[in-house]
């Protein structure tokens, strides 16, 4: 290290240094009231060697989720809290407006009991439920895969099919288009119903609209979450046939304005599993 660098590592040091001690100044002031904070080196779009994450500008990946590596997701998908997608000894393809719900593990095969070299692709308008673990399978347009549920090494889930919740897939089982499958090991039960199919397709609508919503308070200035706090404490109680004799009208502010599929009164509508 030369003149020049030994300088700024000090300088470096020195401001690190100093942020330490006014926190730590800061805290004993608090107090009995302080709350210790640890700094969290979480990187939620992560390059391994030369592979870069490719995702869509409108994708929302939620501030606890982890996509590292050869990783590509199409516009309208969403990757929520606390979900891992990890391309490092193969790829991970997923489709537009998908959703890989909280605390699912996506993952891919270099090797495996059959000597296959396998990625894990997602097609467009699948739901991939909660702790749901996919590893080097395949999973087509408009399928949906249950909370719960573990698709290992060359599964593929086809077109409008459906893994039930807690179901194991075992290696290189393939799930035809319009079935149920459920169990462990998971086997065929039933075929989808037109309205199953409706609901598939309906689900993946409801987490792009969702998604949105959460994007943008995951941006949200504290400023912004005051102002909100407080239009909303003032319409929690209009009364409009009190403001109709006195001649008000109060035009609900757009920033309170939920799409349609997820206010409390459609609330059937938007249950997304």
């Given amino acids: 290290m030369g003149t020049l660098g030994r300088a700024i590592f000090t300088v470096g040091k020195w401001i690190r240094g100093t942020g330490q001690a006014m926190d730590r100044l800061g805290s004993t002031i608090q107090g009995g009231l302080r709350v210790e904070e640890q700094l969290s080196r979480h990187r939620t779009i992560m390059n391994i060697f030369e ?5 869509h500008r409108d994708v929302f990946v939620a501030p606890s989720a982890a996509v590292i590596g050869d990783v590509e997701i199409g516009h309208g998908s969403s990757i929520w809290y606390g979900s891992i997608l990890r391309g490092d000894v193969n790829s991970i393809h997923i489709g537009s407006g998908t959703n890989i719900q909280d605390n699912s593990l996506v993952h891919v095969a270099k090797t495996n009991i059959s000597g296959k070299v396998l990625p894990t692709i997602i097609g467009s308008n699948v739901t991939i439920g909660h702790s749901a673990v996919l590893h080097a399978c395949t999973v087509e347009d408009e399928a949906f895969v249950g909370m719960g549920a573990t ?3 060359g599964v593929v889930v086809e077109k409008h099919s459906m893994v039930g919740a807690g179901s194991l897939v075992k290696q290189n089982t393939r799930i035809p288009s319009g079935e149920v499958w459920v169990g462990n090991p ?19 609508t409801n987490y792009i609209n969702l998604a949105q919503v959460h994007a943008a308070e995951n941006v949200k200035s504290f400023d912004e979450i005051e102002l909100e706090k407080m239009l909303r404490k ?12 006195l001649g008000v009208v109060r035009e609900i502010p757009p920033e309170l304005i939920l799409p349609d599929n997820i206010l409390p009164h459609n609330a059937q509508k938007a249950v997304a599993r």
Avoid: C, G, V
């Avoid at 592979?51 to 995702?55: A, D, S, T």
């Avoid at 998971?186 to 993946?204: D, G, N, V, W, Y």
């Avoid at 003032?234 to 004799?245: F, G, P, Q, V």
């Fill in 51 to 55: 592979k870069e994450p490719r995702i």
């Fill in 151 to 153: 698709l290992l090494d």
């Fill in 186 to 204: 998971a086997k065929f039960l039933r075929k989808l119903t037109e309205e199953e199919i409706e609901f598939i397709a309906q689900s993946a």
């Fill in 234 to 245: 003032k319409y929690a109680h209009k009364d409009e046939e009190y403001d109709s004799m």
